[in-house]
């Protein structure tokens, strides 16, 4: 196993924290080659459920499935409204089309793709004849909102977090350092292979400052040209994976539904994993921008692309099955795919 311990400047955080965290993992880790599924502490949702899913932007579209629900009578339709957290703020998005069984899909895609879940957090189906007012009808048949004593630790970790640099959340945040990170390990191997030490040797601190984060204390002009380079958004790959082990926690210890508790927890295992890879280019970077040997260059090289590879698949492997393949046979499931069901409203039934 490789050693982690990340220091910052006012503060240490030493390797303990992430070693409970991996006892964690270890102790609650499924059957090897099974990886799992999305909303795994959840029951069956018998009335349906409405998810807050990236479109075209994070968070910008809102699919919703129903199922035994009443039929409209002649002239009725059946509506799906978003609302506040205190239902004071109302939008209409459409009708749903009924199949014969009573059961309907239904999604809407918010046109200039704005993150949905920073203003509403509710989803009611109402029945109402005539044109759709301002404001939910009175006759509503379905209603499910997020949890509410979980929702703003929610929020940081899907929409805004103002712990980063510049409030990017933290799942988006960890999604955009990682996939740099990657483009960047490409870099730094190419140039190993043509021989061009300046260039490996600045793309060398670039990871490793990107790993770090400007509060990091091996944030630094590793390479010696007068200049501490970061290709990221200066927050930190291992800051944004201590945001998301913070956030989870948080809403495993005050959500008031157990299978939101539960989602939480199991989005730990795979930041933890890449926590370990970053860890791991952070440090061999450092090697590599410090002046390591050529031949070693060479290796490390190899080793830095595998290891960013591990990151992003860890975080969101994009239907990539190379990277896909990285997380099954671990028993994982990416931080985007489990982020998924803290954004997912389950439906009450109101009214048949």
Not at 313 to 335: H, K
Request: aromatic share 6%; glycine share 10%; with cysteine.
């Amino acid at each position: 196993m490789y050693a982690v311990a990340t220091t910052y400047r006012g503060g240490v955080w030493w390797s303990s924290v992430l070693i409970a965290t991996l006892i964690v993992v270890i102790a609650a880790s499924p059957v090897a080659g099974q990886s799992i599924p999305v909303g795994a502490g959840r029951t069956h949702d018998p009335h349906g459920s409405a998810s807050l899913v990236d479109g075209q932007a994070s968070l910008d579209r809102l699919e919703v499935s129903v199922s035994a629900i009443v039929t409209p009578r002649i002239g009725d339709a059946l509506r799906v409204w978003l609302l506040s957290d205190d239902g004071t703020a109302a939008r209409y998005l459409g009708d749903l089309v009924l199949r014969a069984d009573g059961t309907a899909n239904f999604a809407w895609d918010q046109p200039a793709g704005e993150n949905l879940i920073a203003q509403y957090s509710q989803v009611v189906i109402t029945r109402e004849t005539g044109d759709a007012g301002v404001k939910p009808g009175s006759t509503v048949l379905r209603a499910g909102r997020l949890d509410v004593a979980s929702l703003a630790q929610v929020r940081r970790l899907l929409s805004r977090w103002p712990g980063s640099r510049y409030g990017v959340a933290t799942v988006p945040g960890l999604r955009q350092q990682a996939l740099i990170a990657r483009h960047q390990a490409w870099v730094l191997r190419e140039a190993a292979i043509t021989g061009d030490w300046d260039t490996v040797r600045r793309t060398a601190e670039q990871l490793v400052n990107l790993v770090e984060g400007r509060q990091g204390f091996l944030y630094a002009d590793h390479n010696g040209d007068g200049r501490a380079e970061d290709p990221g958004d200066g927050t930190g790959f291992l800051p944004y994976c201590w945001g998301a082990l913070s956030q989870t926690q948080f809403v495993y210890e005050t959500a008031k539904d157990d299978a939101i508790a539960e989602d939480a927890r199991l989005i730990q295992l795979p930041v933890t994993f890449a926590m370990l890879s970053a860890a791991f280019v952070r440090d061999t970077g450092r090697e590599v921008a410090l002046g390591a040997s050529p031949p070693r260059t060479r290796e490390l090289a190899d080793h830095v692309v595998n290891a960013t590879g591990y990151m992003v698949a860890a975080v969101d492997p994009m239907g990539n099955p190379d990277l896909e393949s990285i997380l099954a046979g671990r028993s994982l499931t990416s931080i985007v795919d489990l982020s998924r069901a803290l954004a997912t409203v389950r439906f009450d039934e109101v009214l048949r």
